[in-house]
């Protein structure tokens, strides 16, 4: 039978490989000769390409933005969205999005707290020694060891509205029991179970979020999330300096136990928020803010992405899971990014420098996190708008090794070892980067969208337990003998982990001979020939009706997909 082939976006609206997240290799797909002349043929009759997708997502079909509503969806996406997509992409911004935002800007507070603690009458008053500091935080990071990967399982078979306020309860609790710390050793219980509640919600939230955004919504939503980091850490400078200044003494208890009481006062009512807030996921959704039809219409947005909903979760899924390279291709860059954070021992430099104040120790590092929410939002935005995240992902890692390096070499100008201090926090976006991206790439998995993170987490938990100890002896500060060396080294690999991953996507997507939809993003050959013959609306391709005589299931089962090198 006479052939034709149908390259880059033909008239089923196929879209070439190499559109889609910078990862695919070219391919073609070829197409019977009849199949496209029925496709041409229905297509003369019809102005808009929009027979087979889900009805309820046409009702705007013929919406067109204005010239400002365009200029202003460069900065944010929902300005040019047509009004019912606006409305539900607003909905999910407003109840999801800055409760994730809230709720993690809370529980960052309480780490970053424990730094300013530490420089602002903590040591003194518990009688710590140096090394002290740095157990706090391995406490901590033993505890997200153990609760994350359990948590995440959890979290299957439990709704994420129940799951995840329930642990903030808890953990609002635990913070609040910190400021009666008597000795080192209190501290090392709370801060133990505070890491195990806490690790419940970065993997718990990213997967929730995943489920519900699509791929030009998606990065710039996790970088906020994860950007409530450099929020909260901002926070806890003015705040912890606030308080040193007005509540100090204040009933017989130091301005840094107060800190930890109002950290936890604020996380009690939020999480109460969170049961009504949290919207699960768009199968299983109750959430009071989206009505009957706008629940369809998130069902019908995802499944035209081509985005898997949760499914039972088994044994045999997990063994298959590890024996391939998915898992190891996200953990490997995700734990070397995790554990070469070097922020935290920026104000013990500047106290070192006996030229600032208790309040100013608090206060300069904030200009990196401020540095760290503009290059969130402007490495996200061109990664949404481009579609791409690999070039994005390795700038971001790029400032992170120079900083590393710079403090590896440390005699270096004081306005250069400032800007190397402040500077890591400019590759902070690494972590939403490359957790958009499996989004992306495992979309027909939702398990191991979100079990991946929990790993990762986990993982690198346990190996930070104990790193800072050997690479960051806090009887070196401020200036390490291998520290910086070290990590300036491990973000070297990262830096190649991240490519890595790239190619063993770009290999899967040839072996699995997938075709992408109109998002880039990758279908399975099977699903698509499948939906084919029977209705293309999850995928947002065109529905061709076919006559009868005109084309068989043999035809379309035909379709041959083939390398075009």
């Known amino acids: 039978m006479e052939r034709q082939v149908a390259q880059h976006k033909g008239i089923h609206g196929f879209e070439h490989p190499d559109n889609a997240s910078g990862i695919c290799s070219d391919l073609t797909v070829t197409i019977p000769h009849s199949y496209v002349e029925n496709a041409a043929s229905s297509m003369e009759n019809r102005t808009q390409d929009v027979l087979g997708r889900d009805p309820i997502l046409l009702e705007e079909v013929e919406y067109c933005p204005t010239k400002y509503q365009r200029?202003?969806?460069?900065?944010?996406?929902?300005?040019?969205?047509?009004?019912?997509?606006?409305?539900?992409v607003r909905r999910l911004d407003f109840y999801l999005l800055l409760y994730s935002m809230v709720s993690f800007i809370i529980k960052t507070l309480d780490s970053g707290n424990i730094s300013n603690a530490f420089v602002s009458g903590m040591k003194e008053e518990l009688a710590l020694n140096q090394q002290e500091r740095n157990l706090f935080n391995t406490a901590f990071d033993l505890g997200g060891l153990i609760g994350a990967i359990p948590s995440q399982f959890i979290l299957i078979r439990i709704r994420p509205s129940i799951w995840l306020p329930s642990c903030e309860i808890i953990w609002s609790l635990l913070v609040m029991g910190?400021?009666?710390?008597?000795?080192?050793r209190d501290v090392y219980i709370y801060r133990f179970f505070v890491g195990m509640t806490q690790a419940v919600a970065y993997p718990g939230f990213s997967m929730v979020l995943g489920s519900w955004y699509l791929p030009g919504e998606l990065a710039k939503r996790l970088s906020l999330y994860d950007g409530s980091y450099t929020i909260a850490n901002m926070m806890a400078g003015y705040l912890q300096a606030l308080v040193y200044a007005t509540l100090n003494g204040k009933y017989g208890l130091s301005g840094w136990r107060w800190l930890f009481l109002i950290d936890g006062i604020i996380g009690i009512p939020l999480a109460i928020f969170g049961y009504f807030c949290i919207p699960d996921f768009p199968t299983t959704t109750r959430a009071f803010w989206l009505s009957n039809d706008l629940r369809k219409y998130a069902v019908a947005r995802m499944a035209e992405a081509g985005r898997k909903p949760p499914r039972k979760l088994t044994w045999r899924r997990v063994w298959g899971w590890i024996k391939t390279w998915r898992p190891y291709g996200y953990v490997f860059p995700y734990v070397l990014f995790a554990i070469t954070s070097t922020y935290s021992y920026f104000n013990l430099w500047l106290k070192s420098l006996d030229i600032y104040t208790v309040e100013q120790v608090n206060l300069i590092p904030t200009g990196g996190f401020a540095l760290g929410l503009v290059s969130a939002y402007a490495l996200a935005n061109l990664s949404d708008r481009t579609g791409k995240r690999c070039p994005w992902l390795l700038i971001a890692i790029f400032f992170r090794f120079l900083s590393s390096l710079l403090l590896a070499i440390w005699y270096i100008p004081f306005w250069l070892k400032m800007i190397a201090f402040l500077l890591p926090m400019a590759g902070?976006?690494?972590?939403?980067?490359?957790?958009?991206?499996?989004?992306?790439?495992?979309?027909?998995?939702?398990?191991?969208?979100?079990?991946?993170?929990?790993?990762?987490?986990?993982?690198?938990?346990?190996?930070?337990?104990?790193?800072?100890l050997?690479?960051?002896?806090?009887?070196?500060?401020?200036?390490?003998?291998?520290?910086?060396?070290?990590?300036?080294?491990?973000?070297?690999v990262e830096f190649w982990g991240v490519v890595w991953f790239g190619y063993m996507a770009k290999r899967e997507l040839k072996q699995r001979k997938v075709v992408l939809n109109q998002f880039g993003l990758p279908v399975l050959r099977e699903e698509l020939l499948a939906c084919t013959y029977r209705d293309l609306s999850p995928f947002g391709v065109e529905k061709i009706p076919l006559e009868s005589g005109e084309t068989d299931m043999n035809e379309v089962k035909d379709f041959a997909i083939t390398d075009a090198r």
């Open 71 to 88: 200029i202003m969806g460069r900065l944010w996406d929902t300005f040019h969205k047509p009004p019912k997509e606006r409305k539900f």
């Open 428 to 468: 902070e976006p690494t972590w939403a980067l490359l957790t958009t991206w499996i989004q992306e790439v495992f979309q027909d998995d939702a398990e191991l969208r979100g079990i991946l993170p929990a790993v990762g987490g986990a993982l690198g938990s346990g190996i930070k337990a104990g790193l800072p």
């Open 178 to 184: 910190m400021a009666s710390s008597k000795s080192a």
């Open 470 to 492: 050997a690479l960051f002896p806090t009887d070196q500060a401020p200036k390490y003998k291998f520290g910086y060396k070290v990590t300036t080294v491990i973000i070297f």
